[in-house]
Nanobody, 120 residues
Framework: QLQFVESGGGLAQPGGSLRLFCAAS????????IGWFRQVPGKEREGVAC????????NYANSVKGRFTISRDNADNTVYLQMTSLKPEDTAVYFC?????????????WGQGTQVTVSS
């Protein structure tokens, strides 16, 4: 069973950038579509981005298109989320999990997540 550990979050200014890392253990990531999700207390969980098992297909929420880029290194069993042009509304706990690339739906359990705070 896949277990995820997210890292790379922190405090960024509006317009700034952060890179998130998703490491997995318990199985190899290369068989799965993997995505990033975010959660703000009191709000619904949002699918942010998903990448197919081969890396050939990606899907993004409209709210992050053109600003976030998801990528993966199957040899390193890691998935990344490069976030640029950050906005205060991107503030959330970000976590990674198995997803369905065509729908951005969550398909597995997730890790502890990493906090991203965008503020001046």
């Amino acid at each position: 069973q896949l277990q995820f550990v997210e890292s790379g979050g922190g405090l960024a200014q509006p317009g700034g950038s952060l890179r998130l890392f998703c490491a997995a253990s318990g199985n190899t990531l290369k068989y799965f579509d993997i995505g990033w999700f975010r959660q703000v207390p009191g709000k619904e969980r949002e699918g942010v981005a998903c990448i197919s098992s081969s890396g050939s297909s990606t899907n993004y929420a409209n709210s992050v298109k053109g600003r976030f880029t998801i990528s993966r290194d199957n040899a390193d069993n890691t998935v990344y989320l490069q976030m640029t042009s950050l906005k205060p509304e991107d503030t959330a706990v970000y976590f990674c999990a198995v997803c369905q690339v065509t729908t951005l739906r969550l398909r597995s359990s997730w890790g502890q997540g990493t906090q991203v705070t965008v503020s001046s």
